[in-house]
């Protein structure tokens, strides 16, 4: 046994002094402060010193020229205002369908499943001026829908909204109706009436209502391009991936088995998105959010494109900070750069202390 | 017939996992499906459940088709194999989960929680949530969610497969207990035919997506259908030979076959079980086999004996009593007689 055992030492050495793990464990200590001091330094120089320096610009004529800065100007004030008005609307279009694409790649097995995970990351990878540009080949004027929009949008606004409440209305209707011929009573068994006679109320009341209520102006051409809508989608365009990206993996890692329980309990879809699934991934989903927001805030070149850049009217909070640039009003351009950079730094603090409640193996509240 | 199966197949791409399987499940009866991994026992679960669809065939419940309902229209109770309680919400809220989508009275609720966490013994754990329970405990809450909507039909999906075998023998026991307590309709599936044994009163072998046996522990267990059956159920001597002439020929054996009395000899193999094969000093007269002991391991009340033919070479083991064990006083290297109480013969069926 000794002599086996030496023998196996000997030979065991050499290739222990060949193992990766062994320079790792012998790095002198000067390696060790040197790449710490360097990795110290250049965030440093390129990223801490230029934020404080945004404070230190905008608070350079004392805090009365600051908020002066910030709210004196009627552009400026429509800036802030506007980005508070885009980012929610474009936020909450991605919450919509950033669920809805998570559930479908989580839960379903479908052809095109792949193309689908490749294509909610392409806003990632494409320049946000080509996706501005996209919208403005679209809806611009010299775009496909534009000259109709311009001319008929706000006319045909009411039958389209009208239309999209008759087919959810149908979709519904044949979403809740059982399956069996044996388990249908009543207006479930006569899908042709039903159907379409509950279509047409849908479309007609909603119509109605949309005209009693003025809900639309008349006499007025619908903008997209250099105008509000543009703007918010071309930053829920940027920012789509986030929410999705975020609540995928965590819904992947919950697996479907609570949700198939509670409907084997007797749950209906709703009632299990509600009290399964969102209670779930109700932390990815902030984080994703928070993430999204963030960036929202501070897009620039799509919103830039379709925007027009028109002072007091299609300028968010980037757009008029670039502005004030240009125009060499630099105490100006620093007070607003400041609001996004303590958002930011908001942003960053939240983000943090979720990832403490989100644990990274499953995205589930300890 | 509480639940009638009449050939469902269900495939999973190439998979066939079921193949037209036709079972009836009698009322008040609990039911093991037994079967390897893969061998369409949690598919066809999950078909009963309403949580697969069946590519072909129809699932009866209490006379009424029930192929086309959702799961939520079955009224079948389903526990998990990894539990699947809902994390975020207390031991209560889980329970009471089936009768708040019911739209039950927040009382009536209260106190059919109570009742039911009185039945799995875990008063007072309400309030706590899923993660601060043990494997066991979280097991039970399973099975009184599943039961708080009283389901007229309960199945369960390898209902102890994740727990350490102490808690595994706790639980086993304690399901017995309560199936005769409140008498549901139970199907389980498992692995373990030891599991299966104890617990159910009615077992259905499963393999390859198809039913090998069913019948109650003692019938499947005595009379085997065939050879996969007999294999899966615990130790099994094989020896390999032939019929012809109404016999069964082993090198040193030979056993009456009588359901093959054609001149043409077969393939065949005789199976023996570990406790069936009697050990003897001097050979008896009768058809027996000369081997040698290799291993004794006396383990328990029963010392397993491993051999080997001398003729042959074949490999066998033998289990016989502590008391049997001590009169013979075997050692290893002695040379034995080793003859079978009990064969089973199977022919491998003609596959065109």
């Known amino acids: 046994m000794p002599a086996d055992t030496i023998a196996l030492t000997e030979k065991a050495r050499p290739q222990a002094a060949a193992a990766p793990g062994w320079r790792a464990q012998q790095d002198p200590p000067w390696v060790k402060w040197s790449l710490t001091i360097a990795a110290l330094a250049v965030v ?9 320096n945004v404070f230190v610009e905008a608070f350079a004529d004392g805090a009365g020229a600051y908020w002066k800065n910030l709210f004196a100007d009627p552009d400026t004030r429509h800036s802030i205002g506007l980005t508070l008005t885009v980012v929610p609307i474009a936020l909450v279009a991605n919450v919509v369908f950033g669920i809805a694409a998570a559930w479908a790649i989580a839960r379903f097995a479908f052809p095109g499943r792949t193309f689908l995970i490749a294509l909610i990351d392409l806003p990632f990878s494409v320049s946000p001026v080509v996706a501005g540009l996209m919208f403005v080949l679209i809806f611009g004027l010299q775009g496909y829908f534009g000259p109709f929009l311009r001319r008929d949008g706000y006319a045909v606004m009411p039958y389209v909204i009208a239309s999209l409440g008759a087919l959810a209305s149908l979709v519904g209707y044949f979403l809740f109706r059982p399956r069996h011929p044996s388990a249908r009573r009543g207006l479930w068994k006569l899908p042709a009436i039903a159907g379409a006679f509950g279509a047409a109320v849908v479309f007609g009341s909603l119509v ?5 209520l003025h809900v639309w102006p008349e006499n007025a051409s619908l903008k997209v391009i250099f105008a509000t809508p543009g703007l918010v989608l071309a930053t829920a365009f940027v920012t789509f991936p986030f929410v999705a990206r975020e609540l995928i993996p965590v819904m992947e890692a919950i697996g479907p088995e609570e949700e198939l329980a509670a ?3 007797g749950a209906n879809g709703w009632q299990m998105f509600w009290h399964v699934t969102v209670p779930n991934v109700k932390w990815g989903l902030v984080y994703g959010v928070i993430l999204c927001n963030a960036r929202a805030m501070g897009e620039f070149g799509a919103v830039y494109v379709v925007s027009g850049h028109i002072a007091g009217q299609t300028d968010t909070m ?4 670039e502005k004030l640039f240009q125009e060499y009003n630099l105490p100006g351009a620093f007070a607003v750069a400041s609001v996004l950079t303590l958002l930011a730094i908001v942003t960053l603090v939240i983000k943090s202390k979720l990832e403490d409640k989100v644990s990274p193996s499953t995205g589930v509240r300890r | 017939m509480s639940i009638v199966i009449k050939n469902v197949s269900k495939s999973f791409g190439d998979f066939k996992a079921l193949r037209d399987v036709s079972l009836e499940v009698p009322e008040g009866s609990l039911l093991a499906l037994l079967g390897p991994s893969g061998s369409g026992k949690t598919t066809l679960l999950r078909i009963i459940a309403g949580l697969e669809v069946a590519d072909s065939g129809a699932v009866f419940h209490d006379g009424r088709d029930i192929t086309h309902f959702t799961a939520r229209d079955r009224k079948i109770g389903f526990v998990f194999q990894h539990y699947a309680l809902f994390r975020h919400m207390t031991i209560a809220e889980n329970i009471g989960y089936g009768l708040r989508v019911r739209g039950v009275a927040k009382s009536v609720r209260q106190a059919k929680v109570d009742e039911l966490l009185k039945l799995i013994r875990l008063e007072g754990l309400g309030p706590r949530y899923p993660g601060q329970l043990s494997g066991g405990q979280r097991q039970r809450v399973a099975l009184a969610r599943a039961l708080a909507a009283q389901p007229t039909v309960l199945l369960l999906d390898e209902p102890f497969g994740a727990l350490d075998a102490k808690v595994r023998q706790e639980l086993r026991s304690w ?12 199907v389980f599936v498992t692995h373990d035919q030891e599991e299966a044994f104890e617990v159910a009163d009615q077992v259905v072998v499963m393999n390859h997506g198809r039913i090998e046996q069913a019948g109650s522990p003692a019938e499947v267990f005595e009379q085997p259908a065939n050879a996969f059956v007999m294999d899966f159920l615990g130790n099994v001597n094989v020896f390999h ?3 012809e002439l109404g016999k069964a020929v082993v090198p040193g054996l030979e056993v009456a076959y009588p359901e093959y009395p054609h001149s043409e000899a077969k393939d065949a193999a ?3 079980r570990p406790h069936e094969l009697v050990i003897e000093r001097h050979e008896n007269g009768a058809g027996s086999i000369e081997a040698r002991v290799l291993h004794v391991n006396p383990a328990g009340s029963r010392t397993r004996v491993e051999l080997r033919a001398i003729n042959s070479d074949q490999l066998m083991t033998a289990e016989i009593t502590a008391e049997r064990f001590a009169e013979l006083d075997l050692k290893c ?15 491998p069926q003609y596959s065109i």
């Open chain 2, 270 to 272: 005789v199976y023996v």
């Open chain 1, 44 to 52: 440093g120089v390129i990223i801490v010193i230029p934020m404080v």
């Open chain 2, 333 to 347: 290297g002695d040379t034995v007689h080793v003859s079978p109480r009990k064969v089973r013969v199977f022919v």
């Open chain 2, 241 to 243: 030979g032939r019929v």
């Open chain 1, 318 to 321: 980037p757009l008029r900070i």
């Open chain 1, 263 to 265: 409907i084997s309990l």
């Open chain 1, 208 to 212: 109605l209502l949309q005209q009693v």
């Open chain 2, 175 to 186: 399901l017995r207990r309560l199936h005769q307590e409140i008498h549901v309709t139970s």
